[in-house]
């Protein structure tokens, strides 16, 4: 994916075009111009991992076990598609005092998702006070889960970190998974299964 290759700012639409294999004018029938195509590659793709975090918060069961599961989904979207954190990384760097980044609209909808379930089970010991910071167990998660797949690979001398690895993605879902039990308190065994594995 272009933008998250190059930036908004530096991807045309011509290389756009090209690198789908049509023309620029097919581009500009379906989207008016760069920031309406660059809001729906957007959206497709926040919409998804959002469809995904927002199923596993709002399903029954434990709050501690729907986190877990939410995170589990999260790092599986980051993981299979790691143009997605390249996209998060670029997009927040290039963010300006003086304007919203387009990456905004697009988020809303996990913190209306999160407000909902913290108001909905506001007596839980997790949301109770001194219980889990949602800001920071997010920025955490995020952070550390974008950071390995958009940039460790480009950090390392050599460049010999394959983080699409099957086995490297495993460990990364469950580090994040063990910082999220530290950050929530329950330090009970991997509550969400995975393929191959026990629960």
Excluded: N
């Excluded at 294999?21 to 926040?46: N, Q, T």
């Excluded at 670029?90 to 988020?107: Q, Y």
């Excluded at 699409?164 to 308190?185: N, S």
Aim: proline letters at 5%; hydrophobic letters at 50%.
């Amino acid at each position: 994916m272009l933008f998250a290759e190059r930036g908004f700012a530096a991807t045309r639409l011509e290389d756009v075009a090209e690198r789908v294999g049509i023309r620029r004018a097919s581009i500009v029938y379906h989207y008016r111009d760069k920031a309406e195509l660059y809001d729906a590659v957007l959206a497709s793709v926040l919409g998804d991992l959002l469809a995904r975090v927002e199923a596993a918060l709002t399903a029954t069961g434990p709050l501690g076990e729907r986190i877990e599961a939410a995170v589990s989904a999260w790092v599986d979207c980051v993981g299979a598609r790691p143009s997605l954190a390249r996209l998060l990384l670029r997009e927040v760097a290039d963010a300006a005092p003086d304007r919203e980044p387009a990456l905004m609209r697009h988020t809303r909808g996990f913190f209306d998702v999160i407000s909902r379930v913290m108001a909905q089970r506001s007596g839980d010991p997790l949301l109770a006070a001194g219980g889990v910071d949602p800001v920071l167990l997010a920025s955490t998660i995020a952070g550390g889960s974008v950071f390995f797949v958009a940039a460790m690979p480009a950090l390392l001398p050599g460049r010999v970190l394959d983080a699409m690895d099957p086995a490297r993605l495993e460990a990364l879902r469950d580090a994040v998974l063990r910082i999220t039990r530290r950050l929530l308190g329950t330090q009970g065994s991997l509550l969400v299964a995975r393929p191959g594995r026990g629960r």
